[in-house]
């Protein structure tokens, strides 16, 4: 049985920026396939493969395109061999119409979330799973003017990032990792500490 050792996953900042400005241009629930590499604990994301939002109901997600989906997947083929699919992303957005999901559980995931999971990594054959779920919501008129730009903070596991595209108008986000295996063929689910490598390096002088 494989025994998961991860304890940290890293996106770039480009990676990074790249998720929160998708899911804040369309608040569509953007996915996205996560592409990087396993380094001894550590789980690095060097970019995303975007492709489509999610469908979602109350008791299930899917894609609206399979065929595009199918595609995009046989992408890892001609990859150099230190890169890979390592997971994927969702993002629960809060404050929508018709929208079923709880504020209080809008870090975690959810069992169609899991179900979902598990058919990816059928898919494409993996034995563990980088899933990074976010959490955001839109401000609308706001009451007091803020500074147009954009604040990240880490806080206990978590990543959590203000951006205001105008002065009473922006979104609250917040990424979370989990690490999904199978032991005893049951599926596992592991928090993992997210943090975004740039920050990481200045802030702590991280060292391999």
Same mark, same amino acid.
């Given at each position: 049985?494989?025994?998961?050792?991860?304890?940290?996953?890293?996106?770039?900042?480009?990676?990074?920026?790249?998720?929160?400005?998708?899911?804040?241009?369309?608040?569509?629930?953007?996915?996205?396939?996560?592409?990087?590499?396993?380094?001894?604990?550590?789980?690095?994301?060097?970019?995303?493969?975007?492709?489509?939002?999610?469908?979602?109901?109350?008791?299930?997600?899917?894609?609206?395109?399979?065929?595009?989906?199918?595609?995009?997947?046989?992408?890892?083929?001609?990859?150099?061999?230190?890169?890979?699919?390592?997971?994927?992303?969702?993002?629960?957005?809060?404050?929508?119409?018709?929208?079923?999901?709880?504020?209080?559980?809008?870090?975690?995931?959810?069992?169609?979330?899991?179900?979902?999971?598990?058919?990816?990594?059928?898919?494409?054959? !993996?034995? *563990?799973? +980088?899933?990074?779920?976010?959490? $955001?919501? /839109?401000?609308? &008129?706001?009451?007091?003017?803020?500074?147009?730009?954009?604040?990240?903070?880490?806080?206990?596991?978590?990543?959590?990032?203000?951006?205001?595209?105008?002065?009473?108008?922006?979104?609250?986000?917040?990424?979370?990792?989990?690490?999904?295996?199978?032991?005893?063929?049951?599926? !596992?689910? *592991?928090? +993992?500490?997210?943090?975004?490598? $740039?920050? /990481?390096?200045? &802030?702590?002088?991280?060292?391999?």
């Amino acid at each position: 049985m494989m025994k998961p050792i991860e304890r940290l996953a890293l996106m770039s900042g480009s990676s990074h920026r790249r998720i929160l400005n998708t899911a804040t241009e369309e608040l569509k629930e953007p996915m996205c396939l996560l592409v990087g590499q396993y380094y001894h604990d550590i789980v690095r994301v060097f970019s995303t493969y975007s492709y489509q939002s999610a469908e979602r109901r109350d008791t299930e997600v899917w894609y609206g395109n399979q065929a595009a989906v199918e595609r995009i997947r046989k992408q890892e083929k001609v990859w150099q061999e230190y890169e890979s699919y390592v997971g994927g992303f969702h993002s629960h957005i809060l404050g929508r119409e018709n929208n079923s999901i709880n504020p209080s559980e809008a870090n975690n995931l959810s069992d169609n979330d899991i179900d979902f999971i598990l058919g990816e990594m059928r898919a494409l054959k !993996k034995k *563990k799973w +980088l899933e990074i779920v976010l959490k $955001i919501q /839109e401000l609308k &008129r706001l009451p007091r003017a803020h500074s147009i730009g954009e604040t990240t903070r880490t806080r206990h596991r978590k990543i959590n990032s203000a951006v205001y595209d105008e002065p009473k108008h922006g979104y609250l986000s917040t990424f979370s990792a989990y690490l999904i295996y199978l032991a005893d063929g049951k599926p !596992k689910i *592991k928090p +993992l500490t997210l943090r975004d490598e $740039i920050i /990481e390096i200045v &802030r702590r002088g991280y060292k391999e």
